[in-house]
């Protein structure tokens, strides 16, 4: 993995800027999410307020959170059906049977 370190501040202003593009253009967006996933709630909480600033589709790629996060997603109002989650074993290190699945 990589050791480049960047504040936390920032790496939220480029999410923001980039879901707002994604938004603007009704592009779906790909979020790939490390250690973070209450800071990605809250902005989507955010976002929630004013469903029209969220993109169409939301994918939580290679999602790491715990499954009891997920639901606190799609219970968004105005936009919690726009979230999708994929999986991938080599990066998550997770079986099916450790997701819950």
Known sequence: GSRAKTKLQHQ???????????????????VHCVRGYSHLFEF?????????????????HSYGGSVEEIPRFYKLPGIGDR?????????NHRTPDKLGA
């Open 12 to 30: 939220i202003q480029l999410v923001q800027r980039q879901v707002s593009i994604a938004a603007e253009f009704q592009r779906p967006v790909s």
């Open 44 to 60: 989507f909480q955010q976002l929630a307020k004013h469903p029209e600033t969220c993109p169409p589709r939301v994918m939580l």
């Open 83 to 91: 979230f999708y989650y994929s999986f991938s074993h080599a990066i």
